[in-house]
């Protein structure tokens, strides 16, 4: 069973299409993450969920939104796909300080 | 300021021998944890070692050691009998604060490691 699982894997679309990407974690974890890695591979932060509450919001442009319905979901919902949203969306979850993330495989987003 | 800083882009390491890859961090927290993930070429993140700030001892797990020198804000990892599978994208990482439930953590820009058979 993969622990923490994003659907879809790939997602090519044109500019200006919404689209949604999942995350679920059978885990038991509390805290959940979206971190967007671009073409030079930098990592950043863009939201946090712990328990279904958001608490972490970093300077992401308001079309995108995430969705927590319970602890072990969060989604990621764009709205108005731009070219330079082209990157890939990795999921991640934790419990706890030393135990690291457990990232899902990614979502590798191509706006065309 | 970078709060994480990878200075080696890239580096080769011969395969059996031990390779350092540089991290170092800035931080006025005194509560703060250190990771180190590999990314291989398949794009999946791994976790591979923690250090907190309060851990008296380097953090070891296999073949990878955390050389935490917190006077200089260095969290090098050490790979020690480097194999092929090896070869990947390696990020420091840092968690500020004690933040309870939940932690912030930001990255570097990783080094891209190459084990030369």
């Known amino acids: 069973d993969t622990a923490v699982s994003q659907t879809p894997k790939y997602l090519v679309t044109q500019m200006g299409n919404d689209k949604s990407i999942k995350c679920e974690q059978n885990?038991?974890?509390?805290?959940m993450y979206w971190y967007k890695q671009d073409s030079k591979k930098f990592l950043k932060i863009m939201f946090s969920y712990n328990n279904k509450e958001l608490i972490i919001n970093e300077t992401v442009p308001n079309r995108f939104s995430p969705k927590s319905p319970d602890k072990a979901h969060l989604n990621l919902h764009i709205n108005s796909l731009e070219l330079g949203d082209s990157a890939v969306y990795f999921c991640a979850s934790s419990q706890g300080q030393a135990h690291g993330y457990t990232f899902g495989s990614g979502t590798r987003l191509t706006v065309v | 300021a970078q709060k994480i800083t990878q200075t080696q882009p890239g580096m080769f390491v011969q395969e059996k021998e031990a390779v350092t890859l540089d991290c170092t961090y800035d931080?006025?927290?005194?509560?703060?944890?250190l990771f180190w993930y590999k990314q291989p070429s398949s794009g999946e993140m791994i976790f591979l070692i923690y250090q907190g700030s309060y851990d008296q001892q380097n953090a070891t797990e296999g073949r990878y050691s955390l050389n935490f020198q917190k006077a200089r804000k260095s969290a090098n990892l050490v790979i020690s009998a480097s194999q092929l599978g090896d070869s990947a994208m390696y990020f420091c990482a840092m968690r500020e604060g004690n933040s309870g439930g939940y932690q912030k953590v930001t990255f570097g820009i990783g080094t891209k490691l190459q084990v030369i058979p």
């Open positions: 931080t006025s927290d005194p509560s703060y944890g």
């Open positions: 885990l038991g974890h509390d805290t």
